[in-house]
C-alpha cells in the first residue's frame, strides 16, 4: 500500500524528534516556565478566540498578555504593601525569635518540648547575620528568577498568539485513528487544567476566609494581615500556609504561648493548611474531571514530590492522560471488534 503523499515521511520526524529533544536540554532550566506558559494559555485561549474575533489575533494576544503582567504585578505588590505595612509587627515576632534562640535565654515551654536553644541559634545566628542571609538568598536569585518571569511571558504570548494554528497543523499530518485519539486526550487534557488552576483560584479564597475565624482566636493581632498573607501562600500548594504556621509555631514557643501552640497544631495547620488541599481540591477537581478524588490527591502531590512545584500541574495532568487514554484505547478495541464481527457476518 503506498504512503500517503500527506504525511511527512518518518526521517523527518525523527530529525524533528531530535531537534526538539536538543532544545529540552538547552532549555530545560526554563522548563517549568514553559509548562506554566503553555497551561495557563490553553485555560485562557476561549478568551483570546473571542477577544481576536473584535480586535484580531495580534491585538488580544497582546492584551492578554498585558492583562497577565498586570494581574502579575498586582499580586507582587500587594504582598510587598502587606509586608511594608506590618514591617515593624513582623520585625518585633522576629526580634521574639531571635532573643528567645540565644543560649542565655530559655523558658518553660523550651524546656517541656526539649529544645536545645544553642542549636537553634546557631541555626537562625544573629538577627543582622539572619537578615543579611535572606538577602543573599534574593539577590542571588533574582537575575534567574527574572530570565524565567521574561521567558514565560515571552513564551505565554506566542502560544497566545500562534497556539491554536500549530495545533491544527500537527492534527493535519496524523492519520486517522491517532487524529481521533489526539483529539480525545486533547479535550480531557484542557478540562483537567481548567479544573488545577480555576480550583487553585477557588482554594486561594477558601484559604483565606477560613483563616480569619483562626487567626481571631489565636489572639496575636493582625488578622486581615495573616489571612491574607495565608491566601497568598497559598499559590504555592501544600508548602505555602505550613511555612507561616511554622513560623508563627516558634513564635508561640518563644513566648511560651501554650495555647498558641496547641491552636497551631490541632486547628492552624490541619484546617487552614491541610483541610483544602487534602478534601477541598481532589473533590471539586474530581467533579470537573470525573476522575476520583484519591487519584487527583495522588497526582498532585506525587507530582509535587517528584517534580517540584511544576509537578502541580504535570501530576494530574499525566494522570488523567494515562487513564482518559486507556478509555481510547478501550473504545478503539471495542470498535474494531464490532467491525471485524459484522466482516465475518457478511463473508458467512
Known sequence: MPADPHLPDRYILYLFAAIAFGALIVFWQFLDALVFSITIAVVVMPVHRRLSGITGTKVS????????????????????????????????????????????????????????????????????????????????????????????????????????????????????????????????????????????????????????????????GHVLFFSSLAGLLKIVPVLGPSLLMAFLGVYAISISDIRGVLLIIFIGYPIVCAFPDLFIRPVLMGRRTCIHPVVMWIGFFGGLFTMGLVGFVLGPLILSLLINGYHVMKEDRTVCEIESGRSADEAG
Open 61 to 220: 494576544a497582546a492584551l492578554i498578555t498585558a492583562l497577565a503582567v498586570l494581574v502579575f504585578a498586582g499580586l507582587i505588590a500587594f504582598a510587598g504593601f502587606l509586608l511594608y505595612q506590618n514591617q515593624e509587627f513582623i520585625a518585633g515576632l522576629v526580634s521574639s525569635i531571635l532573643t528567645w534562640v540565644t543560649p542565655v535565654q530559655g523558658g518553660p515551654l523550651t524546656s517541656i518540648l526539649h529544645i536545645n536553644a544553642t542549636q537553634v541559634s546557631g541555626f537562625f545566628g544573629g538577627r543582622d547575620e539572619f537578615i543579611a542571609q535572606w538577602r543573599n538568598v534574593i539577590v542571588q536569585n533574582a537575575q534567574a528568577i527574572g530570565f524565567k518571569l521574561v521567558f514565560f511571558f515571552l513564551s505565554f504570548s506566542l502560544i497566545i498568539y500562534k497556539g491554536e494554528e500549530l495545533y491544527r497543523s500537527a492534527l493535519s499530518i496524523l492519520p486517522g485513528n491517532l487524529n481521533h485519539a489526539v483529539r480525545k486526550l486533547t479535550a480531557s487534557s484542557v478540562d483537567m487544567l481548567y479544573a488545577i488552576y480555576v480550583v487553585q483560584v477557588i482554594i486561594v479564597i477558601i484559604t483565606a476566609v477560613i483563616a480569619v475565624p483562626f487567626f481571631m482566636a489565636l489572639g496575636y
